[in-house]
């Protein structure tokens, strides 16, 4: 009988993080998209356009990741507040948290204004470093825009409510994809700006969805009760230091992850065009691939944190695991694309035949570590939900540049395999952090101290 009992607790938690999932998975998949018309569009201009979007996306997402992984402090917060029935105490947490992705993006603004200058000491082919300056100094302008959407869409996602981040994304997309071809091709009489102009189509959709979000968190009745803009909060250092303290480290993770991407595509930009091409569209299609897996592990944050907050400990272990059984069908789809497509995927991005082939083999490294990025997203997203952070921060550390890019860059450029060796080392390193996080969260949630008390008004949703 309380094995019957255990296994329906356990279906109903699937259930609920798959509803929760789904949406972000789907907005997530949205983000994938932006790279993915970016780079369409890039391609069928031309190879240059297509390396120097490459590079200039690897330099424009790598100091993105720590703002982003900075704000993920926010659903955690929000779903044990939630789950302990202080919801009160939310709409001034969301305010702070405002104030912390305007300064944020301020300063990701002000970095971004300077990558150009580092094109020439990084070893970037010379033929395509103006094409990549006029990209970052389009896309720099959304930058504000982006910082205050991942904080509004934070906030709808700790509150169990995934469906505008999906909705908003794919509206998005439907303003890039037009004006992105329009103004790299130069039609209807604007000017040809290649690069330049899907750097400007990514400004202007972040800024209409910050627009929008706002809006709706406004006027929605879903959120009336949260008073999120009921009045004007200066920042309060206590609380910015309180999410400082979980997000900092949130974002030192995702920064070793991302930047392990972002510099094999740096140095595979000293090798050539065809060889930055080839990683780039790997890249894009192995970067959509990792969507539906980090919004699963979104959702497991969120329920995580949610029976942490009412203390149920046996809770938040059955999210946990929900979270890895949805991730496992997902994975399971995503390594049989790439095993059995890889070369008709490649195809899609490009028409040049070096650039295919080299990207469709680079895919079937992408194969290799569709399980064990699945599983190090997932427990890095259920140990966000208890809110243990620096731990895994310093495991990531050793998992990404410990293990990952002294492999890869020995074997890619010391040995002399190029993108391939340099994908061997991505892979190590992600089965690393696969083995050593979901350890730490085994670890984790047999000893953490739960809250005293749940209200009884935290009952799971």
């Not at 509004?152 to 981040?165: A, C, E, I, V």
């Not at 080392?425 to 952090?433: D, E, H, K, R, V």
């Not at 101290?449 to 005293?452: K, R």
């Given at each position: 009988m309380h094995t019957l009992e255990t296994r329906s607790h356990f279906r109903r938690e699937v259930g609920r993080t798959a509803r929760l999932a789904g949406p972000l998975a789907a907005g997530h998949l949205s983000s994938g998209l932006v790279s993915f018309v970016d780079a369409l569009i890039a391609g069928h201009h031309g190879t240059a356009t297509l390396a120097a979007v490459s590079v200039g996306t690897a330099l424009f997402w790598l100091p993105m990741l720590a703002p982003m992984g900075t704000l993920m402090a926010l659903p955690p917060a929000v779903s044990q507040l939630d789950g302990a029935g202080r919801r009160a105490d939310i709409g001034p947490?969301?305010?702070?948290?405002?104030?912390?992705?305007?300064?944020?993006?301020?300063?990701?603004?002000?970095?971004?204004?300077?990558?150009?200058?580092?094109?020439?000491?990084?070893?970037?082919?010379?033929?395509?470093?103006?094409?990549?300056?006029?990209?970052?100094?389009?896309?720099?302008?959304?930058?504000?825009?982006?910082?205050?959407?991942?904080?509004?869409?934070?906030?709808?996602?700790?509150?169990?409510?995934?469906?505008?981040?999906?909705?908003l994304g794919f509206g998005g997309l439907c303003v890039l994809a037009p004006v992105a071809y329009v103004l790299t091709n130069g039609l209807f009489g604007l000017p040809e700006l290649g690069a330049e102009g899907i750097g400007l189509a990514t400004s202007l959709m972040f800024w209409l969805q910050a627009l929008g979000f706002a809006l709706y968190l406004a006027r929605s009745?879903?959120?009336?009760?949260?008073?999120?803009?009921?009045?004007?909060?200066?920042?309060?250092?206590?609380?910015?230091?309180?999410?400082?303290?979980?997000?900092?480290?949130?974002?030192?993770?995702?920064t070793m992850e991302g930047g392990l991407f972002a510099v094999t595509a740096l140095l595979i930009g000293r090798l050539g065009e065809v060889q930055v091409a080839a990683h780039q569209v790997a890249l894009n299609v192995a970067s959509m691939c990792f969507m539906l897996p980090f919004g699963i592990a979104e959702a497991t944050t969120v329920r995580v944190g949610h029976a942490f907050g009412r203390s149920d400990r046996d809770g938040l272990r059955r999210a946990a695991f929900a979270g890895f059984a949805l991730m496992l069908c997902t994975q399971t789809a995503s390594a049989l694309l790439l095993l059995f497509g890889h070369g008709a995927v490649a195809s899609l991005y490009s028409a040049d035949p070096a650039v295919i082939a080299l990207g469709g083999s680079l895919l079937l490294y992408a194969a290799l570590f569709q399980f064990p990025d699945g599983v190090q997203v997932v427990s890095a997203g259920a140990l966000r939900g208890l809110k243990d952070t620096r731990v895994p921060m310093w495991l990531a550390v050793i998992a990404y540049w410990g293990v990952g890019m002294p492999i890869g860059a020995g074997?890619?450029?010391?040995?002399?395999?190029?993108?391939?060796?340099?994908?061997?080392?991505?892979?190590?390193?992600?089965?690393?952090?696969?083995?050593?996080?979901?350890?730490?969260?085994?670890?984790?949630?047999?000893t953490i101290?739960?809250?005293?008390a749940a209200s009884p008004d935290g009952s799971s949703p």
């Open positions: 947490l969301f305010r702070q948290a405002l104030w912390l992705a305007v300064f944020l993006g301020l300063v990701l603004f002000a970095l971004l204004s300077l990558a150009p200058q580092l094109l020439g000491l990084m070893g970037i082919t010379p033929a395509i470093v103006p094409e990549v300056t006029a990209f970052l100094n389009a896309v720099r302008w959304g930058i504000p825009a982006f910082t205050l959407y991942l904080c509004m869409r934070y906030l709808s996602d700790g509150m169990h409510w995934s469906l505008p981040t999906m909705l009745m879903r959120f009336a009760g949260l008073r999120l803009f009921a009045q004007w909060d200066w920042p309060r250092w206590h609380t910015q230091r309180e999410l400082l303290r979980t997000g900092l480290p949130i974002g030192v993770t995702i074997l890619g450029l010391g040995l002399g395999w190029g993108p391939r060796g340099m994908w061997l080392g991505l892979t190590a390193g992600l089965s690393m952090a696969a083995v050593l996080l979901a350890f730490r969260f085994r670890n984790s949630s047999r101290v739960l809250p005293e």
